[in-house]
Nanobody, 123 residues
Framework: VQLQASGGGLVQAGGSLRLSCAVS????????LAWFRQAPGKEREFVAA????????SYADSVKGRFTISRDKAKNSAYLQMTSLKPEDTAVYYC?????????????????WGQGTLVTVSS
């Protein structure tokens, strides 16, 4: 499985961005795609996850109500719509996938990772 993240950039606080994650290669009948982020000097943290088959979602408390994860099966792509962005959302955002049945926020369960895309939110 190959993942290609894109869509990062510089945005002012309160603005919006949409990240994309293109999925290619071998896939599984049941898998979960997630977004993680890592800010400078901090640990990588979970942002959101979606079940590829059923579409159920999960979010970190810090982004609930502001971020929306979705997927387009026809395009083999997942998205992270980010609104009301804050300076603390500044990070490199990674998409990850794993042959999972249940959503999980633990990065150790995701076997495949994209290269990351930088989101910078200015105050």
């Amino acid at each position: 499985v190959q993942l290609q993240a894109s869509g990062g950039g510089l945005v002012q606080a309160g603005g919006s961005l949409r990240l994309s994650c293109a999925v290619s290669g071998r896939t599984f009948s049941s898998y979960v795609l997630a977004w993680f982020r890592q800010a400078p000097g901090k640990e990588r943290e979970f942002v959101a996850a979606i079940s590829w088959s059923g579409g159920s979602t999960s979010y970190a408390d810090s982004v609930k109500g502001r971020f929306t994860i979705s997927r387009d099966k026809a395009k083999n792509s997942a998205y992270l719509q980010m609104t009301s962005l804050k300076p603390e959302d500044t990070a490199v955002y990674y998409c990850a996938a794993g042959p999972l049945v249940h959503l999980t926020s633990s990065s150790s369960f995701y076997d495949y990772w994209g290269q990351g895309t930088l989101v910078t939110v200015s105050s």
